[in-house]
């Protein structure tokens, strides 16, 4: 086994399933188990027999079981729709969260403290005439009715189509793919990303475009949910109050993930998923608030966010640990065309230099040189430098929360809560790029609300120096921008080949082994239900040349 290999063997060892639930739910009798393709614990009536072709091992259904019942549930459970997520190449991630309530102040959605269980099934068509695995997995009351199963046994490079089934009630259908072989050449991947969605703040306009796009993948990098109360008719926060409790979270995400345009978005292709801030608070950093007032209260808030995000998403990675922290930190391959380190920037991270202020002067913050200060942590730096240098693609991705370019004027630092905050970490980023000796290394970026392109240099991502990486920033799907602060900057001191601080939309990726070729897409407007949308810049970087330009 490679060291590659083994890199990812450890993580697979570390985030193996929350399997308990359904155990119990086993011991209960609360539903037949048809235990299909992802079960550890042999087959049943329903995936009669198990066969290996070569390399791959499928599963050969009989008969379809029957769902579980729905004891006590007397309305759609589904109203949060389904989703999939962190794909690989025999087996992807699949999620729905029961609710028939969505404002429902326990956060339980209207199920209260009851157990339940679904069906989940996996088809090679949407009219499910091609079922290729299925299984029962726990709804529990203990994770907020959230569902996440591995349906596993899949054939490499494959479009799926999946659903869940619970009494006479059936799942809207989402639409799944695995991941090509690692070993496999590909000669394309489409994929979108996206972050920062204030749902308070307008409405999602790019989202039916995104499900136009049939991407392969989407990625979401950050800022899912926000804490901040307001908004006005079919876009007001239920909570009166920013978060403080599990239930105050899961009302949250409710509230977010009832709107059908995500839902839809959800459903075309598997996510894969970061977090920022937003998703505790604004600009917390590890276990430090955003106010120092609030650090008595902080840790049952903190603790209470992760898990709520665990239960909201369809990710590989094991529910919260005893103290309440999340492995989020992960990488996958595609092929021989590109591999993905997503990265954690905040929960390891120190806290932001000098107060966090805004446009702080360095020479007035010696706190800035510190080389001790970290955004990733230690243990992650490790894990990334080490992977980088058994990249095996193309292609080495970075799906990430801030802005890793220096947006610095003279000594004037604009923002410490980006990588400009930590620069001797963003130091030993590019160094780490530049000791893997690779090339072709691109890097994802949200949080800041504007659509962005620029090259990334050695020793400090200036306009000056060897270019180890490229980055392309996502416009806010919905967030504020910052159009009229930053029209009066000079941009082009920055050595921008594109800036954009005001439009809303996402942005769009086609990778080959020849050329990346990204396309910004803004919509016109945020303050309707739908919207007109336009590429706004194309940038292109040729595998094997450093430096991208503007097409």
């Known amino acids: 086994m490679t060291s590659g290999d083994e890199l990812r063997q450890d993580l697979s060892n570390r985030v193996l399933l929350h399997r308990r639930k359904f155990l119990g739910l086993m011991a209960a009798g609360a539903g037949a188990a048809v235990l299909g393709a992802c079960s550890s614990s042999g087959g049943s009536e329903g995936a009669k027999a198990t066969t290996t072709t070569g390399a791959r091992t499928t599963t050969s259904l009989g008969k379809p079981m029957p769902p579980p019942e729905a004891k006590g549930i007397d309305s759609d459970p589904f109203l949060l729709g389904v989703a999939s997520g962190d794909p690989l190449a025999t087996s992807v991630i699949l999620w729905t969260r029961l609710a028939t309530d969505l404002v429902d102040p326990t956060g339980l959605g209207g199920l209260g403290d009851a157990d339940h269980a679904v069906l989940w099934e996996v088809a090679g068509d949407k009219a499910f005439t091609e079922l290729v695995a299925s299984g029962t997995e726990p709804a529990g009351a203990e994770f907020g009715h959230s569902v996440h199963v591995e349906a596993d046994g899949l054939q490499p490079d494959t479009w799926y189509w999946y659903r869940f089934r619970i009494g006479t009630y059936t799942s809207p259908v989402g639409k799944t793919r695995?991941?090509?072989?690692?070993?496999?050449?590909?000669?394309q991947l489409r994929f979108a990303f996206a972050s920062c969605q204030l749902r308070t703040a307008g409405h999602w306009t790019s989202y039916p475009h995104l499900v136009a796009d049939e991407p392969d993948l989407v990625f979401f990098l950050g800022d899912y949910i926000y804490e901040y109360p307001g908004g006005t008719g079919d876009l007001e926060n239920p909570l009166p109050a920013e978060p403080q409790t599990l239930a105050d979270y899961r009302v949250l995400y409710a509230y977010y993930q009832g709107d059908q345009r995500i839902q839809d978005a959800h459903a075309v292709a598997p996510w894969v998923i970061t977090w920022?801030?937003?998703?505790?608070?604004?600009?917390?950093?590890?276990?430090?608030?955003?106010?120092?007032?609030?650090?008595?209260?902080?840790?049952?808030?903190?603790?209470a966010a992760y898990q709520a995000f665990w239960e909201a998403h369809p990710m590989r990675?094991?529910?919260?640990?005893?103290?309440?922290?999340?492995?989020?930190?992960?990488?996958?391959?595609?092929?021989?065309?590109?591999?993905?380190?997503v990265l954690d920037g905040r929960q390891h991270r120190s806290?932001?230099?000098?107060?966090?202020?805004?446009?702080i002067?360095?020479?007035?913050?010696?706190?800035?040189?510190d080389a001790d200060r970290t955004m990733l942590g230690t243990e992650q730096e490790q894990w990334l430098s080490t992977g980088l240098k058994h990249g095996g693609a193309t292609w080495t991705v970075l799906p990430q929360?801030?802005?890793?370019?220096?947006?610095?004027?003279?000594?004037?630092?604009l923002n410490v809560d980006q990588w400009d905050g930590y620069p001797a970490a963003r130091t030993r980023l590019l160094e780490s790029i530049q000791d893997a000796g690779i090339e072709n290394v691109v890097v994802l970026t949200g949080d800041i609300h504007a659509g962005g392109a620029a090259d990334l240099r050695l020793p400090d991502a200036g306009v000056t120096g060897a270019i180890v990486a490229h980055e392309f920033v996502g416009p806010a799907i919905s967030s504020p921008g910052f159009g009229a602060i930053a029209s009066g900057l000079d941009l082009s001191a920055f050595g921008l080949a594109y800036a954009n601080f005001e439009d809303h939309g996402y942005v769009r990726c086609t990778v080959t082994p020849e050329r990346w070729t990204t396309e910004f897409l803004v919509v016109d407007t945020i303050d309707a239900p739908?919207?007109?949308?336009?590429?706004?810049?194309?940038?292109?970087?040729?595998?094997?040349?450093?430096?991208?330009?503007?097409?």
């Open 401 to 413: 929360q801030t802005v890793v370019k220096a947006l610095v004027l003279g000594s004037i630092v």
């Open 317 to 341: 990675i094991d529910p919260p640990a005893k103290d309440g922290s999340l492995l989020v930190y992960r990488d996958f391959q595609y092929g021989k065309l590109a591999r993905f380190f």
């Open 178 to 187: 695995t991941t090509p072989a690692d070993d496999a050449e590909v000669d």
């Open 276 to 303: 920022d801030d937003h998703e505790v608070e604004n600009n917390y950093a590890a276990g430090v608030p955003e106010k120092a007032a609030d650090q008595p209260t902080f840790p049952a808030r903190h603790k």
């Open 361 to 369: 002067n360095a020479d007035d913050c010696p706190e800035l040189g």
């Open 530 to 551: 739908t919207s007109a949308i336009k590429v706004d810049a194309t940038v292109e970087v040729l595998a094997g040349t450093p430096g991208m330009k503007r097409i």
């Open 351 to 359: 806290d932001q230099a000098c107060d966090d202020k805004i446009g």
